[in-house]
């Protein structure tokens, strides 16, 4: 099958043959239909991320496809079912059978998955839709409405409007908050305002006027957190998604001297995934997504290096 490889921190994904995968007891084999590129595996290219596993390992966590062969033991699935691989994080992470992180992952056209990690598709939720939610939907979805308790009649801001960011501002408006999005870029705004935002910045400053209850920080820059931290609310809730660099510094006394919780977020959970899955059936969201063909992966994922992707890009392994 083929399959794009990390061999090297620094060097591009290669292009792979490898042997097709065969399920263990307890696992079962996917034919991956849909594959999203996240942010985090450019970070773990260029050494900001450690990886979990030595290379040659095969990335790609955001996955979606067909189930073609079953271990034993396996109950409950059969060959044909439309399935995504969720990425359990809570309430205990399970990154030994993470897909792309424990295990090798999407960026093939067949992975093997652990079956406690499968999650069947509702028919009318296309694949590609699937596979993006499994991180770039859910892990917004968890840091808005879980870690940042967003509620109707409260002002939330997003910082940082590319994939994560977009269904962030979905996700608070959809608790019934009131949304602003900041982002240095201002083309990234009309697609905010489609997901719901009230009003879009460039700087985190133009939000202390508005005193948000939390701010929701999916950059991660360091100076994006120290901003928040300083523009929201005394008693507000400042929460850290974005990892755009590996230490923050901000002020203590902003911190102290306004009582604001500042905390982390990282994935979520099987029941929050199932969540997501119901409100794309329901069309409440729609993941922003670019397909790429499989060929030009390692473009799409210096296009994201680079800033120059918006909403999400998807690439089919299977063609």
């Not at 970070?43 to 095969?58: K, N, Q, Y």
């Not at 939390?214 to 929201?232: H, K, L, N, Y």
Request: net charge negative; proline share 5%.
């Amino acid at each position: 099958m083929k399959a794009f490889r990390y061999v090297a921190q620094g060097a591009p994904l290669e292009r792979a043959e490898l042997p097709d995968p065969v399920a263990d007891p307890g696992w079962v084999v996917v034919d991956v239909e849909a594959a999203g590129l996240c942010h985090s595996d450019v970070h773990m290219i260029d050494g900001l991320i450690e990886p979990m596993c030595r290379p040659p390992f095969t990335f790609g966590h955001e996955v979606a496809g067909t189930v073609s062969a079953l271990g034993e033991g396996v109950e409950g699935y059969a060959t044909g079912d439309r399935v995504a691989v969720a990425i359990i994080a809570h309430p205990q992470v399970q990154a030994s059978y993470a897909p792309g992180i424990g295990v090798d992952g999407g960026y093939a056209e067949r992975l093997v998955a652990h079956a406690s990690t499968l999650v069947p598709l509702p028919d009318n939720v296309s694949t590609v839709h699937a596979a993006v939610a499994t991180d770039s939907v859910v892990t917004a979805y968890h840091a808005v409405r879980t870690e940042a308790r967003a509620k109707p009649g409260e002002v939330i801001a997003v910082i940082g409007l590319g994939g994560l960011g977009l269904n962030g501002v979905r996700t608070g408006v959809i608790a019934g908050a009131t949304v602003y999005g900041v982002d240095i870029n201002p083309d990234t705004f009309e697609a905010a305002h489609a997901a719901g935002a009230r009003e879009c910045f460039t700087d985190t400053a133009a939000l202390a006027d508005l005193r948000p209850d939390a701010i929701i920080d999916f950059a991660g820059v360091g100076s994006t957190t120290s901003d928040a931290i300083d523009a929201v609310r005394r008693h507000g809730r400042v929460i850290m998604v974005g990892l755009g660099t590996r230490t923050t510094t901000f002020s203590n006394g902003s911190l102290i001297r306004k009582s604001v919780q500042l905390r982390g977020s990282y994935g979520a959970s099987k029941e929050e995934y199932r969540q997501v899955l119901g409100f794309i059936a329901d069309g409440r969201i729609e993941p922003v997504v670019e397909e790429i063909p499989f060929a030009d992966l390692n473009q799409g994922l210096d296009r994201l290096r680079h800033g120059k992707v918006r909403g999400r890009l998807v690439t089919r392994p299977r063609g």
